[in-house]
């Protein structure tokens, strides 16, 4: 047995899609994504409030690291690390979401 956290998504504010398209033909397990994401001036304080769900709307493990501030100490530009799983031939949207997760529980789920 597994466990994933799970969320509703309607708790959390949706800020960005990442669409990652698959196109030479081989299932990606795991593959490294890094993205660098703007934000506005006061709209982001600490990393702490983000979270990115998979195209199940699991929590996905997200590294990140501030790029820039704005002169009121917000964010300005973030770099983010993760993870993709994808398979051959196909598109997958992973949700960059504004919100707390850590009052969450995790799903039970059975591994194959």
Not at 78 to 86: G, K, N, Y
Request: aromatic content about 8%; glycine content about 4%.
């Amino acid at each position: 047995m597994t466990y994933k956290p799970s969320i509703k998504q309607e708790q959390l504010d949706h800020l960005f899609s990442v669409m990652i398209e698959e196109l030479s033909g081989f299932d990606r397990i795991n593959e490294p994504v890094t993205v660098g994401l703007p934000f506005p001036k006061g709209s982001l304080k600490k990393l702490s409030e983000l979270s990115l769900l998979d195209p199940q709307g699991h929590i996905m493990p997200l590294q990140t690291q501030t790029l820039d501030r704005w002169p009121d100490q917000s964010l300005k530009w973030v770099l983010f690390d993760f993870q993709a799983t994808i398979a051959a031939n196909t598109i997958a949207q992973y949700t960059l979401c504004h919100g707390e997760t850590s009052d969450f529980q995790p799903e039970r789920q059975q591994s194959a």
